[in-house]
T-cell receptor, first 115, second 111 residues
Framework: DAGVIQSPRHEVTEMGQEVTLRCKPI?????LFWYRQTMMRGLELLIY????????DSGMPEDRFSAKMPNASFSTLKIQPSEPRDSAVYFC?????????????FGDGTRLSIL | SQQGEEDPQALSIQEGENATMNCSYK?????LQWYRQNSGRGLVHLIL?????REKHSGRLRVTLDTSKKSSSLLITASRAADTASYFC???????????FGSGTQLTVLP
């Protein structure tokens, strides 16, 4: 079975540019999570959705970050405008009903470098 | 601040030896999960242990949970070079409504 699919795997862009990260969760999973991983701060939850509805976006660092889930099989995380401090690995994860009481399945991440 | 903190930060052992990693947390939990992350890859779920459980096994993995000490341990028996990875504990608390990850233990298994 296909796992969580993220694209692109790597993104290098200049500061000020818009960046869009994409995620396809596992079919049948109704929770979707966006995380950011850095050496300094570890793995941080940015936002999560339940049945395509954003539930908690308190981890989104600034208004420059936005996330959408237009349907059960697709989500985007957008940064506009991007800054060098946004450089990190961004992970998408999905899980079955039960959210944080269920195992989360992670994609392989998008490694983002803002120059 | 992070809920879970792993100890040690790094561990290097010979193939065939056992590896033990510890996780301490600060507040009451609903469950505690262990994940593995290979270099350049996403996290992979290993085991979930609920707050009313004390021990769980999965293959060569054994997880214990001591809620009185707010700590958990992950034991990997008969380690293999392929076990080389970072291992993270993650806690779920009812009030926080999120999974909070520790900083991880980097395990290196030498052939």
């Amino acid at each position: 079975d296909a796992g969580v699919i993220q694209s692109p795997r790597h993104e290098v862009t200049e500061m000020g540019q818009e960046v869009t990260l994409r995620c396809k969760p596992i079919s049948g999973h109704d929770y979707l999570f966006w995380y950011r991983q850095t050496m300094m701060r570890g793995l941080e939850l940015l936002i999560y959705f339940n049945n395509n509805v954003p539930i908690d976006d308190s981890g989104m660092p600034e208004d420059r970050f936005s996330a959408k889930m237009p349907n059960a099989s697709f989500s985007t995380l957008k940064i506009q405008p991007s800054e060098p401090r946004d450089s990190a690995v961004y992970f998408c994860a999905s899980s079955l009903t039960g959210g944080f009481s269920q195992p989360q399945h992670f994609g392989d991440g998008t490694r983002l470098s803002i120059l | 601040s992070q809920q879970g903190e792993e100890d040690p930060q790094a561990l290097s052992i010979q193939e065939g030896e056992n590896a033990t990693m510890n996780c301490s947390y600060k507040t009451s939990i609903n469950n505690l999960q262990w994940y593995r992350q290979n270099s350049g890859r996403g996290l992979v779920h290993l085991i979930l242990i609920r707050s009313n459980e004390r021990e769980k096994h999965s293959g060569r993995l054994r997880v214990t949970l001591d809620t009185s000490k707010k700590s958990s341990s992950l034991l990997i028996t008969a380690s293999r070079a392929a076990d080389t990875a970072s291992y993270f504990c993650a806690t779920s608390t009812g009030s926080a409504r999120q999974l909070t990850f520790g900083s991880g233990t980097q395990l290196t298994v030498l052939p």
